[in-house]
């Protein structure tokens, strides 16, 4: 079974910034051939879409990260990032990445988890 490996995670002051990355197990699986999203899951909440990228590379955001994270993508590492800037308390959580069914923050979720990553952000 195809798993996407998140990494990239840690503990930060507010203000700081994170670059996460995120790759699949197995290569039957291609980042660069799918709609790919930033999921976000705070502590006692449920899972959050925060970030999208299409296979062209048009992006859209949350609106609580909006102009502090950029999504990405490296078509030849099969790569996908979430660059974080001027992280917040409220930004603590495990992210996840995944393939999601269109770049629309309601989209649903195409594969099965992975373990995430965590993001601590401390005052």
């Known amino acids: 079974q195809v798993q996407l490996v998140e990494s990239g995670g840690g503990l930060v002051q507010s203000g700081g910034s994170l670059r996460l990355s995120c790759a699949p197990s197995?290569?039957?699986?291609?980042?660069?051939?799918?709609?790919m999203g930033w999921y976000r899951q705070a502590p006692g909440k449920e899972r959050e879409l925060v970030a999208t990228?299409?296979?062209?590379?048009?992006?859209n955001y949350a609106d609580s990260v909006k102009d502090r994270f950029t999504i990405s993508r490296d078509n030849a590492k099969d790569t996908l990032f979430l660059q974080m800037h001027r992280l917040q308390l409220e930004d603590t959580g495990v992210y996840y990445c995944n393939a999601v069914s269109s770049t629309t923050l309601n989209a649903k979720s195409l594969r099965p988890w992975g373990q995430g990553t965590q993001v601590t952000v401390s005052s």
């Open positions: 197995r290569t039957i699986f291609s980042i660069a051939f799918n709609i």
């Open positions: 990228i299409s296979i062209g590379g048009l992006t």
